[in-house]
């Protein structure tokens, strides 16, 4: 008898046990959502709720109130207003492309060439490494007006000079920041710190994908090393992870890992994440916490995507004349094979597409570093990518939803680099952020714009200056979003791509 | 001493009227919970007596704040006479449940008549009372406009900005654009009969006469400006107007009054006089046609409808929240055939954007899609169509584009010349020839036939 009521005992206890830990708080919040005291609680959290986009969401009319976005966050939202594009190609020259050798012509900069720097211009100046007095350096590259807009183009750009009626310069462009780290987390975060979002995560938070297996925010590099900012660069910040960009490798597999392990077949994978997914949907109904049902679509996702990730990282299908016109190189790691896998993507609906290209530092400390010489090798390299990029969204009839941006984190001097005050081995120019050329191409473009103008040695911008927040404002108004009012709450307050800062640059919109 | 005494009385009476309205409530419940058994008489009597007392001392302080505070009779009257009628009402049901049989007329008046003549004298005396405190629009601000000049209220007519392309010039500056702004957003609260901080904007004069902190335009000075400074406080300031809760002025409207300051706030001539850029009109220009739908108001499509579309793989989406236009990829649903257009037809009026690109649609789909009126851009890209019937689209007056790309296409150019608002024609990889055509009806359409190349040059090869 006595065995008999200790046995009864134990099971009790583990009963309560059990029931103790199925009790969890977050079961305790949830229930108490269900009443009207948890209405008033859900609002006071809701700060830190990390899913509540500020913008009103179109709940589907699923149980307990769960938007399509809670179980699928990769699902599309409806911008603000008409967007001009559905999909943004962004080509970052990680190192900061000179502009005085691409784009912006300056002939008066020739004619001091080899003269003292002015000293009024350098006080008060950060720069990276120019010492006591530089010395003035002209254009490294020849220049002509091209197209019937007439904008100038280098000869290191041979190629892009037949699409120059297609894009809109924006030739002052100013950063505050003077070193590759910060000033990479600026350009494609709005701040110089860690922790913002990019503007690729905004995008696809924003508005989701369109094609259910793919990333949303894919991200290309090439050049032989990733961008000195790290991976934070294409970070989700404080937006939920899965916003964050998907790093796909154009050599070897796509995406790390994504093959089957050996001996795993596919069948056997689809069984188990089913089975999986059964567990999974046993405990939903048991807790209806929202959470699993995210877990399950996550996985159904992951699975598609081993499928097609693959499929459209594969350019050697595409016809040998595309190959040809972007000069891709089988089997390499190279900007023109990401240009052609940019163009696939967006063709299957991949909202945002970051490319990456390394090598861009040209101080003249080494031959692959200076402004005549390694300076046009890395233009070479993009030159007929970048073109053929254009001009294959265009003939697609793509490039009427798309946006290209072209640019680097900031530009350089229009002094020669004085590294330790002493002459470098090769010609070069130093970090400089007071005026640099970007240019962007595609839908809501006004083709063959130019904005903005720099003095006569291109220092500083004296006309149509703009801030690196007034060209997010301008992916984010072509995407369809108003840049003010497109936040997320974070730590008590509303968050903003554009911080407080921001003005739409009409003068090169359509 | 008297004196303060009567004043602190006079205003504690807000606070004491909440009393009676407590107890007769809580005896009307207590009657209806006894309305059978009839058991608790004595309990609902004290209960009304306890309102009864509490009543009086609300007349009390109710009729020292009268006195005290400077209300007009006029003001005050309904509410002084049916505040003593409630007390005396009080008693009055005091004695019907004691069953004191002080007047004989109540023992023949049925209980449940007096209760609702006393529930509707204590309701018409505390709304009386709420009305002396907060205004007799209290209630009734809050309603939209239509309701309210339905019930009877001046209401501050919306007045739109009309402003467009070509005559943006001649509007006059104020009557037709500062006015209508602060007519839509401030003049409720600052007019004639409610001159909140004793300020008016409904007219120049009143603007230019100003608050009670003064004047509230200082020319060519938005900082001291209080008409335009207190818009771009913080919301959460408590001097930010209009108030928070209220409807706040857009950015550019705020914008649009802090330069109509800064050049001096002219109440006269037209915008051109003020020398005011155009940038700062631009917003209020009537939407300009956006490429991907038409500029028409539809309705919204069916939840159910979207939903259906959604379940079968289907792409389906707003444009954006400011159109009811969808929408409709197939780009995660390559199967999709003419057969399955049929689950599109609920929505037909609202697609104006359909991607059918790679999907498995033939020539017949174009009988379907000729019932799209407000169809817009068509990617019919990497499909079997050969354009047969392609004719069948020319009545869609929307149309703009055509995406063929890929496509099996290869008809004569001619089927396009009858189509209304075509000028996009995308026939890249398709069997037409390339060499024809570069536009079509005297280059209203564009045709890009692609096939764009980039021959190699010599420097391609010279590495540096």
């Not at chain 1, 040998?320 to 896998?341: D, P, T």
């Not at chain 2, 109440?267 to 939407?287: A, H």
């Not at chain 2, 991607?355 to 990617?379: C, R, S, Y």
Request: aromatic share 10%; net charge negative; charged share 20%.
């Amino acid at each position: 008898m006595k065995h008999n009521s200790d046995i009864v005992n134990r099971l009790l206890r583990e009963k309560l046990e059990r029931e103790t830990q199925a009790k969890t708080r977050r079961h305790f919040i949830k229930s108490c959502a269900q009443g009207m005291g948890g209405l008033a609680l859900s609002s006071i959290f809701m700060g830190c709720d990390p899913l509540s986009p500020s913008k009103p969401k179109t709940n589907s009319g699923l149980a307990s109130g769960l938007s399509e976005r809670d179980l699928n966050p990769l699902s599309t939202l409806a911008p603000h207003y008409g967007p001009k594009v559905k999909s943004v190609i962004y080509l970052h020259m990680a190192g900061a492309p000179s502009q005085l050798e691409m784009f912006d012509y300056k002939p008066e900069l020739q004619k001091y060439d080899g003269e003292d720097c002015p000293q009024s211009l350098l006080e008060g100046k950060k720069f990276a490494f120019i010492k006591g007095t530089p010395k003035l350096m002209g254009p490294q590259a020849d220049f002509k007006q091209e197209g019937e807009s007439g904008n100038w183009v280098s000869n290191f750009l041979p190629h892009f000079k037949s699409v120059v009626d297609e894009v809109a310069f924006l030739k002052a462009v100013h950063t505050d920041q003077f070193n590759h780290g910060p000033a990479q987390l600026f350009m494609h975060t709005g701040s110089p710190r860690l922790g913002r979002p990019s503007i690729g995560s905004w995008a696809t938070y924003g508005l989701g994908s369109e094609n259910q297996n793919l990333p949303g925010f894919v991200v290309l590099t090439s050049g032989g090393n990733t961008p000195d900012a790290g991976k934070s660069v294409w970070g989700s910040g404080f937006l939920p992870s899965v916003y964050q960009g998907v790093q796909c490798r154009s050599k070897g597999d796509p995406v790390l890992y994504i093959d089957d392990p050996d001996g795993i077949s596919r069948n056997l994978k689809k069984s188990t994440i089913d089975a999986i997914n059964e567990i999974n949907k046993e405990e939903y109904v048991k807790y209806a916490d929202p959470e699993i049902l995210a877990r399950i679509n996550q996985y159904e996702m992951a699975y598609r995507m081993q499928i097609a990730v693959p499929e459209v990282m594969n350019i050697n299908n595409e016809p040998e004349h595309i190959k040809q016109m972007y000069g891709v190189e089988q089997g390499k790691e190279s900007f023109a094979n990401n240009c052609l896998l940019a163009r696939k993507l967006v063709e299957d609906g991949v909202r945002f597409v970051q490319l990456f290209d390394w090598g861009w530092d040209t101080h003249g400390n080494v031959r692959e570093g200076s402004v005549d010489l390694g300076l046009r090798n890395k233009c070479r390299e993009i030159d007929r990518p970048m073109t053929a990029l254009i001009l294959d969204l265009k003939q697609r009839g793509l490039l009427d939803d798309t946006l290209i941006v072209w640019g680097g984190e900031f530009g350089r001097t229009p002094m020669q680099e004085n590294r330790g005050n002493k002459e470098m081995a090769y010609k070069g120019r130093d970090h400089h952020g007071d005026a640099f050329t970007m240019w962007m191409a595609g839908g809501g473009i006004k083709k063959g714009a130019s904005h903005g103008l720099t003095d006569d040695i291109g220092f500083s911008g004296i006309d149509g200056r703009v801030s690196v927040h007034d060209v997010h404002a301008t992916i984010l108004h072509l995407l369809g979003f108003d840049h003010e009012e497109f936040t997320y709450e974070f730590q008590g307050r509303p968050f903003r791509l554009t911080d407080v800062e921001g003005e739409i640059i009409k003068e090169i919109l359509a | 001493m008297i004196d303060v005494l009567q004043q602190l009385l006079g205003r504690l009476h807000p606070l004491v009227v909440h009393l009676p309205i407590g107890f007769i409530i809580l005896g009307l419940l207590l009657q209806w919970y006894d309305r059978k058994q009839n058991q608790y008489s004595e309990v609902i009597a004290f209960t009304y007596l306890c309102a009864g007392i509490a009543a009086t001392l609300a007349c009390i302080t109710g009729y020292l704040q009268y006195i005290g505070e400077g209300y007009s009779f006029e003001t005050v009257k309904w509410h002084l006479w049916s505040g003593i009628a409630t007390a005396l009402f009080s008693f009055l049901m005091y004695a019907k449940f004691k069953q004191l049989n002080l007047v004989a007329f109540i023992s023949k008046v049925p209980v449940i008549g007096l209760s609702i003549i006393f529930f509707v004298l204590i309701s018409f005396t505390g709304h009386q009372g709420g009305n002396i405190t907060h205004g007799e629009d209290y209630l009734v601000e809050p309603l939209p406009n239509s309701i309210k000049s339905a019930l009877g209220y001046d209401t501050f007519e919306e007045k739109e900005i009309t402003l467009t392309e070509e005559n943006w010039q001649d509007a006059l500056i104020y009557e037709e654009v500062i006015q209508p702004i602060l007519n839509n957003k401030c003049v409720s609260c600052h007019n004639p009969k409610k001159a909140k901080g004793e300020l008016m904007l409904h007219s120049a004069e009143a603007i230019i006469n100003g608050g009670e902190n003064g004047e509230v335009l200082v020319a060519q000075d938005t900082e001291h400006s209080e008409l335009f400074s207190r818009m771009v406080l913080p919301i959460e300031d408590d001097n930010h107007m209009p108030p928070e809760g209220k409807t706040q002025p857009t950015k550019e409207e705020i914008k649009l009054v802090g330069a109509w300051v800064d050049a001096g706030h002219p109440f006269e001539g037209s915008i051109q006089k003020s020398k005011l850029p155009k940038e700062l009109f631009v917003s209020f220009f009537p939407n300009k046609h956006d490429v991907d739908h038409p500029d028409i108001e539809i309705p919204k499509a069916s939840q159910d409808s979207i939903k259906a579309i959604k379940a079968i793989g289907v792409y389906v989406d707003p444009i954006s929240e400011s159109t009811n236009f969808l929408s409709v990829s197939c780009i995660n649903q390559s199967s999709f055939s003419d057969g399955d257009f049929e689950i599109l037809v609920p929505i037909k009026n609202q697609i104006s954007r359909l991607d059918l690109g790679g999907t498995q649609v033939t020539d017949a789909i174009f009988e379907m899609l000729g019932t799209l009126p407000n169809l817009t851009i068509l990617k019919l890209d990497y499909t079997k169509i050969t354009g047969e019937k392609i004719s069948l689209l020319e009545n869609l007056e929307h149309l703009k584009t055509i995406n063929l790309t890929g496509s099996d296409f290869q008809q004569k150019l001619d089927v396009f010349l009858n189509f209304k608002n075509l000028n996009k024609i995308y026939l890249y990889k398709t069997q037409v020839d390339p060499t024809g055509a570069k536009s079509l009806n005297n280059g209203k359409v564009s045709i890009d036939y692609g096939d764009y190349q980039l021959p190699a040059i010599a420097s391609d090869s010279i590495i540096y």
